[in-house]
């Protein structure tokens, strides 16, 4: 269980374009997601947390304009990056907040789970 | 300074060897502490999950965690060529909600078979 997809695994575009980015929690619902970006060798850089039917709340520095996030449904988030640029070629990961009892505190816990990633290439 | 610092390695071991993955972090907020593993081009994957401080094994991994010293250790016994990856560690405030995140650098491990 626990598996999140994102589509498309890869793409390459144009500068200037627009890309979409789709993220699915599979067997679970998630009513919260993660956007993240990770540069080669570096760490996963919070962009946004997305939340079931309200706006995301974005990271310091991230441009909300460009960076589109939309959480419409418990199992979609998708990200749109808006009129890319060579600078915005990353790999492009979500994670979903999964809720689950946890013995060792005694309560409902979440985790995330991440996809595998997008790889988004800006000509 | 970084709220989990983590030695970005590289580190290699000969296949079967014991290693010793490690952070540190700053916030004494932290509660819950995250090992992920993440292959290269591919998403991370949860490996381990602790609350406060403490020991949980599980299989051939172990998760230690001394929220005295705010250190976080991941123990793998006899290590395989398959457990090369970027090992990543995280904590978080809360256990719950929209709580985010918080990532080390990642430590690159390569297993010599």
């Known amino acids: 269980g626990a598996v999140v997809s994102q589509h498309p695994s890869w793409v390459i575009c144009k500068s200037g374009t627009s890309v979409k980015i789709e993220c699915r929690s599979l067997d679970f619902q998630a009513t919260t997601m993660f956007w993240y970006r990770q540069f080669p060798k570096q760490s996963l850089m919070l962009m946004a947390t997305?939340?079931?039917?309200?706006?995301?709340?974005?990271e310091q520095g991230v441009e909300k304009d460009k960076f589109l996030i939309n959480h419409a449904s418990l199992t979609l988030s998708t990200l749109t990056v808006t009129s890319a640029h060579p600078e915005d070629s990353s790999f492009y990961i979500c994670?979903?907040?999964?809720?689950?009892?946890?013995?060792?505190?005694?309560?409902?816990?979440?985790?995330?789970?991440f996809g595998p990633g997008t790889r988004l290439t800006v000509l | 300074q970084k709220e989990v610092e983590q030695d970005p390695g590289p580190l290699s071991v000969p296949e079967g060897a014991i290693v010793s993955l490690n952070c540190t972090y700053s916030?004494?907020?932290?509660?819950?502490f995250m090992w992920y593993r993440q292959y290269s081009r591919k998403g991370p994957e949860l490996l381990m999950y602790?609350?406060?401080?403490g020991n949980k094994e599980d299989g051939r991994f172990t998760a230690q965690v001394d929220k005295s010293s705010k250190y976080i250790s991941l123990f793998i016994r006899d290590s395989q060529p398959s457990d090369s990856a970027t090992y990543l560690c995280?904590?978080?405030?809360?256990?719950?909600?929209?709580?985010?995140?918080?990532f080390g650098t990642g430590t690159r491990l390569t297993i010599i078979p």
């Open positions: 994670s979903a907040a999964r809720v689950w009892f946890e013995r060792t505190s005694g309560g409902y816990t979440d985790t995330q789970y």
């Open positions: 995280a904590g978080s405030i809360s256990n719950f909600g929209n709580e985010k995140l918080t």
């Open positions: 997305s939340n079931e039917g309200s706006k995301a709340t974005y």
């Open positions: 916030n004494s907020a932290f509660q819950y």
């Open positions: 602790t609350y406060s401080s």
